[in-house]
């Protein structure tokens, strides 16, 4: 069992910077995979980044250069940081966890609000 606990998340203004902290807990050391997703109001919830035991990263054509996920090695903390924020980045934001062994698992954090405006 994993927990994931979300946190970094705030109003910005346009070009600004942000860095969102996931927390995980319990059966760390059978994470596979971590990612930050994010939902905005009135649409489906979508991948921002992810990044494998192993240190592959991988993110979403709208992020690309802008934003970075990072877990340092060890820890029990994935970061997404984001810079150069635009208004469309305003979602939800929601750090994902994917477990292999024993069985394949997702487990999501409750989200925090990440607000890009004037």
């Known amino acids: 069992q994993v927990q994931l606990v979300e946190s970094g998340g705030g109003l910005v203004q346009p070009g600004g910077s942000l860095r969102l902290s996931c927390a995980a807990s319990?059966?760390?050391?059978?994470?596979?995979?971590m990612g930050w997703y994010r939902q905005a109001p009135g649409k489906q919830r979508e991948l921002v980044a992810t990044i494998t035991s192993g240190g592959t990263t991988n993110y979403a054509d709208s992020v690309k250069g802008r934003f970075t996920i990072s877990r340092p090695y060890a820890s029990d903390t994935v970061y997404l940081q984001m810079n150069s924020l635009k208004p469309e980045d305003t979602a939800v934001y929601y750090c994902?966890?994917?477990?292999?062994?024993?069985?394949?698992?997702?487990?999501w954090g409750q989200g925090t609000q990440v607000t890009v405006s004037s």
């Open positions: 319990g059966s760390i050391f059978t994470i596979y995979v």
């Open positions: 994902n966890a994917r477990t292999e062994i024993p069985l394949r698992s997702d487990y």
